[in-house]
């Protein structure tokens, strides 16, 4: 549908019906202060016995409003094919911040994970930057970023509009005043979800598996511990947003099974970037980038023999964990666990 | 001479989005000016300075925010052509949601931040609702669902804007703002130029320095609540 064709929307169908369809207009109807006009008329009919001055505080006319509603509805219209499909990311060295070229050009595919290493200051958010903004060789670092093996216009980089990159940090903190399932319904809502009651039960089971102790659907999002919070955000990200890289700076250890989540990103198919000083976390990427002095010297693969510490690293995590949760119990800590 | 209007609620980020701006644009110095509309006092002109950004700021005062606006706009260009500037950047506060700034043909952008509620978007009116660019700030302390989230929201109103996440802090995201204004146009006076939208609508008694209270003191332009019988 082109934006002309929702006006037939508007005149030829009655508001009642209109909201059966589409139960999104009743947004575009509260918006406006226009939720109690009449419903068995169609909107145009029904905006004739609306009050003009009202329409004006809004800086529209009855015109304005089936206009700004052609509009509405064809944002909220979900597109048959994502303009967003991202199947690769390619990066393309620049300068680093002594103005010594970056040998590098890395390509990386859907359901692949890449960690970032570097000390604090080395330029980790640059590249993040790079990767967020798209860069087309105009930023300070002058490196590239193509999309699917191609460079991509200023025009295209404005469509991505921000939902390109989905971010998870340490910092990050759930502000509104609701419970788990009604905070995964209006995400749900806003993404256009189709079967919006599947995908909101499958997105609270993941996080309650991820996280280490169980929520349930009508705890406040705000009262999370912050492992359970964590979960949720992750499990969120993989079943709702739809946008194609993740990038993801340092998740805490406490309370979360945080290699898990990482592939369950992955294998929701998208791009992962793990900023990160944990070996465990480091170790079950695909590949490493190590970050110095603004740029990346090197781009390395998970070696044999570092595949072969991921398992003596994940005993050690897990001893840690057996500490932790005994911590929580109010249990001893002795000796014997840490030879275990 | 370029001019970018940017308006946003008290403390959403206008000051640091602009100083990140103006940061990653990389312009000469001295060549990028900064008018500050503000209403009682304002502190802004120090970070301005610090930042060796040539700044006048003024104060409505009694006057509506939005009508002291557009009475001294042409005024602020006059003086950033006069100052040699190539752009000229218009910071004003949106106090009463249903402030708006915006000049047609002229690039504006609004501020709002994360951290102000979800429904806020659509609260807000005319100052998001013809913004062509809206900023969405303090986004890196709240989870990407209430990203999404609140930009679904804002779209709800604006559904042609362009949306922009910016950490006012480290300026992650002004990079791509920036390339938006270079699609904004070259000016050398507003005279004749229209608003996007109507001045709020105020020359009632009140206005004029009436502080008693009754319907024999109320003069002018009225809006009467109506309170239903129960």
Redesign the interface.
């Known amino acids: 549908m082109i934006r002309q064709d929702f006006i037939t929307l508007a005149t030829d169908l009655s508001i009642e019906d209109l909201l059966l369809e589409y139960p999104i207009a009743a947004?575009?109807l509260?918006?406006l202060r226009l939720d109690s006009i009449p419903k068995q008329l169609s909107l145009s009919q029904a905006l004739e016995e609306v009050d003009e001055g009202i329409l004006q505080e809004?800086?529209l006319d009855r015109f304005g409003v089936l206009r700004?509603f052609c509009?509405?509805m064809?944002?909220?219209t979900p597109a048959e094919v994502s303009p967003h499909a991202v199947s690769s990311l390619t990066i393309i060295g620049g300068l680093n911040k002594s103005g010594e070229p970056e040998k590098i050009s890395l390509t990386i595919f859907c359901g692949e994970i890449i960690s970032i290493v570097g000390p604090t200051g080395s330029g980790k958010?640059r590249l993040?930057?790079d990767i967020?903004?798209l860069a087309q060789g105009?930023?300070p670092t002058g490196r590239r970023v193509l999309v699917n093996g191609a460079e991509l216009d200023?025009l295209q980089?404005?469509e991505m509009?921000?939902k390109l990159v989905?971010?998870?940090?340490q910092?990050?903190?759930?502000?509104?005043d609701l419970t788990v399932r009604e905070?995964l319904e209006?995400?749900a809502k806003?993404?256009l979800t189709i079967n919006a009651e599947q995908v909101v039960e499958k997105c609270f089971l993941c996080a309650n598996e991820l996280a280490g102790e169980k929520f349930l659907p009508d705890t406040k999002i705000t009262q999370l511990s912050g492992g359970q919070?964590r979960a949720l955000?992750i499990a969120?990200?993989a079943y709702?947003?739809n946008?194609p890289i993740v990038l993801i700076d340092e998740i805490e250890n406490a309370g979360i099974d945080r290699r898990q989540a990482i592939e369950l990103l992955a294998k929701r198919e998208k791009i992962i970037f793990v900023s990160t000083h944990d070996p465990l976390l480091a170790l079950s990427a695909d590949k490493r980038m190590v970050i110095k002095n603004g740029g990346i010297i090197k781009v390395m693969d998970i070696s044999d023999t570092e595949k072969q510490s991921l398992q003596a690293i994940e005993e050690l995590d897990n001893t840690m964990q057996i500490l932790r949760n005994r911590l929580r119990d109010g249990a001893q800590i002795t000796l014997d666990l840490l030879k275990s | 001479m370029k001019l970018i209007t940017v308006a946003g609620p008290p403390s959403s980020g206008k000051t640091s989005v602009i100083l990140k701006l103006i940061e990653c644009m990389g312009l000469p110095k001295g060549s990028v000016g900064v008018v500050k509309f503000d209403c009682l006092t304002s502190f802004d002109n120090l970070r301005y300075r610090e930042a060796d950004i040539p700044i006048q700021t003024g104060f409505s005062g009694k006057i509506c925010p939005d009508h002291y606006f557009v009475s001294n706009i042409d005024d602020a260009v006059q003086w950033g052509m006069k100052s040699g500037f190539q752009m000229l950047i218009t910071e004003s506060a949106g106090l009463c949601n249903r402030c708006s700034p915006y000049i047609n043909g002229i690039f504006s952008i609004c501020v709002i931040d994360n951290l102000s509620g979800a429904n806020t978007p659509r609260k807000i009116g005319p100052l998001l609702k013809l913004a062509d660019v809206v900023v969405v700030t303090k986004g890196d302390i709240v989870s990407q669902a209430e990203r999404e989230v609140f930009a679904f929201n804002i779209k709800q109103v604006n559904a042609l804007a362009k949306v922009i996440f910016i950490n006012g802090i480290t300026g992650q995201g002004s990079f791509l703002l920036s390339k938006h204004l270079q699609q904004a146009r070259d000016i050398h006076t507003l005279r004749d130029m229209k608003l996007r939208f109507t001045t709020p609508a105020a020359v009632c008694s009140y206005c004029t320095g009436e502080t008693r209270i009754g319907d024999s003191h109320q003069m002018g332009m009225m809006k009467k609540m109506e309170f239903k019988e129960l």
């Not at chain 1, 989905?166 to 940090?169: D, E």
């Not at chain 1, 910092?171 to 509104?176: A, E, I, R």
């Open positions: 947004d575009f509260a918006n809004f800086g700004s509009e509405f064809e944002t909220f958010s993040l930057n967020e903004c105009d930023t200023d980089r404005f509009d921000g989905a971010q998870l940090s910092n990050m903190n759930f502000v509104m905070f209006m995400h806003s993404r919070s955000m969120d990200t709702m947003s946008s």
